[in-house]
């Protein structure tokens, strides 16, 4: 099991950026296929981005292709997602996972094992 936290949410205008960051503990992080997921108010829980464990291989929805990027960092056992171009309609809780196991389908919520408790991410028009 590992311990995750994010950070670096807040509120931004449309077009801004904004870099989330998920800090991990607890467990070892190279083991971990790393996730971000989003929930907007009366939504589901959706898949933004995943980054597999040696951080070459990245995955993305559709809407966020071209303007987020996933990345890792294994020194500082942290997880992060850059947010360009931002629109109203990112706006929603932010959520960090891990998921300990060589494959998976990054794109399905309960493949994780592990969440942290979000980080709020409000964008103006």
């Known amino acids: 099991q590992v311990r995750l936290v994010e950070s670096g949410g807040g509120l931004v205008q449309a077009g801004g950026s904004l870099r989330l960051s998920c800090a991990a503990s607890?467990?070892?992080?190279?083991?971990?296929?790393m996730g971000w997921f989003r929930q907007a108010p009366g939504k589901e829980r959706d898949f933004v981005a995943a980054?597999?464990?040696?951080?070459?291989?990245?995955y993305y929805t559709g809407t966020v292709e071209g303007r987020f990027t996933i990345s890792r960092d294994s020194a500082e056992n942290t997880v992060y997602l850059q947010m360009n171009s931002l629109k109203p309609d990112d706006t929603a809780v932010y959520y960090c996972?891990?998921?300990?196991?060589?494959?998976?389908?990054?794109?399905?919520?309960?493949?994780?094992?592990?969440w942290g408790q979000g980080t709020q991410v409000t964008v103006s028009s």
């Open positions: 980054i597999n464990r040696s951080g070459r291989i990245t």
């Open positions: 607890g467990g070892t992080f190279s083991r971990y296929t």
């Open positions: 996972a891990a998921a300990d196991r060589p494959s998976l389908q990054y794109d399905r919520r309960w493949e994780y094992d592990d």
